[in-house]
């Protein structure tokens, strides 16, 4: 079973949308830094408010798993390569290989398999 991930297109980078998470609306900025050829992503709530600016997005890593905010959304968001070729989040990697997936799977099975 594939997880389900953040529909974008990484040609549109620099690129700010609205995004439910669980039940919750949000906003999210997506950044791409050409010097040392990574991504960040920006938070912010309904109100634009910001919740976390600057994230950097690393392969396999929960976004935001570092704070502590009763504001940041339920459902984990993952940088993720289920091909398994991936060792970094790259301009040559990111929504070919690796996507921004909604830990959704069932608890217990990373493979979403019964």
Excluded: H
């Amino acid at each position: 079973m594939q997880r389900s991930y953040i529909e974008l297109d990484p040609e549109e980078i620099p690129v700010i949308f609205d995004i439910s998470l669980a039940e919750d609306e949000f906003t999210m900025g997506l950044n791409y830094n050409q010097t040392f050829d990574y991504y960040t992503v920006d938070l912010w709530d309904i109100e634009g408010e910001p919740i976390v600016l600057g994230e950097k997005i690393v392969l396999n890593e929960p976004l935001f798993s570092s704070l502590i905010d009763e504001r940041l959304p339920a459902p984990s968001i993952v940088p993720f390569d289920e091909s398994g070729k991936a060792l970094a989040v790259t301009k040559e990697n990111f929504y070919k290989t690796v996507f921004l997936t909604i830990d959704d799977l069932p608890a217990g099975d990373p493979d979403g398999d019964e």
